[in-house]
């Protein structure tokens, strides 16, 4: 079929690999057209308990890294709720559905430089496979890595010793005390970085954004939208973000994020586990 | 930031063609008989708002291998929809309150349309409004399109809500529903069916439809979803950004052979007109499409079940169509409503 846009693969695929990592379970599926077209940053999606299942709605997870040779494709799955609770407990040999890639992924810098990249969580999950990205393209690397506790922290034996480590835990039980956006101004006044990427929670991100913006370094964060298809026919992952026209819409984080330039995002819309309609955002509700 | 890793940008595999041709090496004839104006090669359709506008569902099969590709409710202006979370998964199925959001009718002629058209796709618009006059207004802007030729019939969705009249969904009053039709049907050149979407949350659903072909509808949509709550036990609130919700998916698909049931049972008995009915509500596989036929259904609308798998509505038609052709079946359309001669 020509004219197709296409670049997404739905795979029924096989679970090569369950190992847990912290209080997370790293998958390894069997997905080699997806691993062939990924990008960092970029996320699959999948479903829950077979055709039969009536958990209809696809889980979303970013893709910790791809082996395009090999065939696969990594993630990182909390358990969170029922669908998390049965992907987690899939077994080498079972299979699963699953779409990808989707999204878009994290742009590069023109200019190599420092690089900051902050994950919460099983948010690192992205970073070091972008972190390999960003250092092939001459970008000297700084992660932190921060979690509530040292058994919420995800990667931070997978960070590549010529890059710098910074880890913090809400409770002190590993590295600094304190949250991962703390060590930020120090960092970013160091090393003069004008990149950052973050991935985490939404106040994670809000806090990051405002960091960077006032030392003069641009932001690109992944943010995490309750999603129910991952294709962007759903309408319900969505946010609102300014255009590059200034007009504020209600995005959707599945194809024209997950990643977003961090200042685009009305932050002022987000509370307590809800986002609201900006006044001012293009078919507001008058 | 010059790279750009946007998915539109990079080549893909491509998808496997399905074989939808009418007749095909089963001998299955899956033609559907909406009326003398609408006949389709075959009776499976996206559901409004389960597919966008087309664009994105293209990349998991070719839209134009449908029976017809139904858009996104679109009213006059661009709407923001709700904030969210706009959805909350239900056993087998899901709440959502998205609002309607969509670019509104003028930009939806000036690039959605085109789009479907380009490919080949058989559009059904599904147009709404907040008065009779908004519905009239979209109908007109959307005959006068340029690209109006791909435009197979309308869908009027007044299962929304009429802000006028206190919020009530005009396809919960008779008089509200044959109002709506009234203003829209002189702004249609005949020849383009309208197909009125209603809801099941009404009392007696008969007399709506009766209401919506005494209005100048050509076929009927059912169902549209059924409003429920869903509340967060941990923060002890609505969980939905807009408190209520449609619910959907396979959960509701006996509420949808219940409807196509009893309004076809109508015409059957000659208490109503006789019009064909597009069947809508938790399809999922070949065999529920099958079920939804034998209650009354002339054509199949698959919506939540392409969340779960995107490439649904072509695999629900290859199910169906191996369905028929295991039993010996040779026409689909000889199935419509069949259950109620047995
Ligand atoms: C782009 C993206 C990347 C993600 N990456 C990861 C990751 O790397 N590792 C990881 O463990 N989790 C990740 N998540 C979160 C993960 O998708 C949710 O934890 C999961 O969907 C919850 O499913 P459940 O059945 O356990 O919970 P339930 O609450 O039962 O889920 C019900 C429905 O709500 C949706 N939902 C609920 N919470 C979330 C959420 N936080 N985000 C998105 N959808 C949600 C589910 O998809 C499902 O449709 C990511 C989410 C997004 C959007
Ligand atoms: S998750 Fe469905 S549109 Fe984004």
Redesign the interface.
Known sequence: ?T????????ATARVAGNAPAAAYRHLTLDAP?IAQ?A?P??FVAL?VGGPTS?????RSFSIHRVDPAAGTVEIVVSDAGP?TAWITRLDDGESV?I?G??????????APGAAVLIGGGYGSAPMFWLANVLRENGFAIHHVLGAASADRLFGAELADPADELIVTTDDGSQGERGWVSDPLPGLLERTGAKAVYACGPMGMLRAVTEIATAHGA?A?VAVE??M??G?????????PVVGADGVT??SRSC?DGPIFDATTVRWD?VAG?????PAD?????R | ???????????????P?VDLTTVDVTGVDLTADLGPNLQLPNPLMTAS????NG??????G?VAQLGAFVT?SVKR???????????A?T????L?S?GL??P?IDAFVEHDLPWLKS?GARAIVSIAGASSGEFAEVARRLVAAPDFDAVAAIEVNISCPNVANRGLVFACDPASSTGVLRLVAPEVPSGIPLLAKLTPDVTDIVPIAEAALAGGAHGLTMINTLLGIHIDTE?MRPHL?GTTGGLS??AIRPVAVRAIWQVHAAMRAGRIPAAPIVGVGGVRTGQDALELTLAGASAIQVG????????APWRVARELRDLLGQRGIPRYRDLVGAAHQN
């Open positions: 079929m004219g197709r846009d296409t670049g997404v693969c739905q057209g077209l990008q940053g970029q479903t009536a958990l209809l709605l696809r669908g559905d779409v890639p989707l999204g878009r992924g994290f742009t590069l810098p023109d641009r690109e939208e309750a129910a298809c294709i962007g026919v759903c309408m319900t992952c969505v946010l819409r209600m194809v819309a586990g809800r986002v609201a309609v955002c293009l078919g507001a509700p | 930031m010059s790279v750009d890793w946007s998915t539109s940008d990079v080549a893909g595999d491509d998808v063609a708002g389960c597919a966008a664009k994105e569902l293209h990349r998991f070719d996104k202006d661009p709407q923001s929809g709700r904030g969210t979370p706009r959805m998964e056993p087998s199925g899901m959502n998205i959001q969509g509104g490919v923060r950004f998916g396979p939540t079940a392409i969340f779960n798998d995107p490439s």
